[in-house]
């Protein structure tokens, strides 16, 4: 049996990585390195001034300047921090676990697939189930800007979920982490099939995807 949520199981492995490659290694987050996602993650969970431009456009500098305030401290210290998520409503477990789980496990693997011969994990069923429950759920709001009719299905279990429906959708199949980083707009992803209309994959693929 698992001693804690995946959640809390990724944030500790994403801290325990950052400092293994260290903070200037590459992550698949645009041009950010590892302490520029180490503070993101900060921000997002500890500035109540800063943590609204992350989704908020109009806000965005505000977020920028608390995050560069962050990267002159020292990045163990830093990584420290996160891994005690602190007294935030993001610590209490059942918020964590709704709003943490995907948040960890993608920035996780936003590590380690933009370090060389990175290879997908073989997760638990138990941890592939708490993505797949995830993304189902997320995955509605990803994939609505497309506006291609998208069902995924699970390769291990042939379980599926609509995204979005209408005629003929497209049809995204795999596991469940390899869906969950396609649908965040990540291209380093592993055995994934898509299967549908030429035109709507071909949209499905050219597709600003992510958050």
């Known amino acids: 049996m698992l001693s804690s949520s995946l959640a809390r199981r990724e944030r500790a492995a994403l801290c325990d990585l950052a400092l293994e490659v260290g903070p200037e290694a590459p992550t698949l987050c645009g041009g950010w390195d590892v302490k520029d996602l180490v503070t993101h993650l900060l921000v997002r969970e500890r500035s109540l001034l800063g943590a609204p431009g992350i989704v908020l456009p109009p806000l ?4 920028d300047r608390s995050m560069a305030r962050l990267a002159r401290q020292d990045f163990t210290s830093l990584v420290r921090r996160l891994r005690g998520r ?21 920035h996780h693997e936003d590590i380690r697939r933009a370090q060389p011969s990175w290879q997908p994990r073989e997760l638990p069923t138990g941890d592939e189930d708490t993505v797949w429950n995830a993304i189902r759920l997320a995955g509605k709001g990803l994939a609505r800007p497309t506006g291609v009719p998208l069902t995924i299905r699970r390769a291990d279990s ?9 005629e003929d959708p497209v049809v995204l199949s795999g596991l469940p982490v390899e869906i969950t980083m ?26 600003n995807l992510g958050i």
């Open 86 to 106: 602190g007294l935030t409503p993001l610590a209490l477990p059942v918020v964590d676990e709704l709003v943490n789980t995907l948040e960890y496990v993608v």
């Open 60 to 63: 965005a500098s505000l977020t």
């Open 182 to 207: 396609f649908l965040y707009g990540r291209a380093q992803h592993r055995d994934l099939d898509l299967a549908g209309p030429a035109d709507a994959v071909r949209r499905l693929r050219d597709a």
């Open 158 to 166: 042939d379980r599926t979920a609509v995204l979005l429906g209408g």
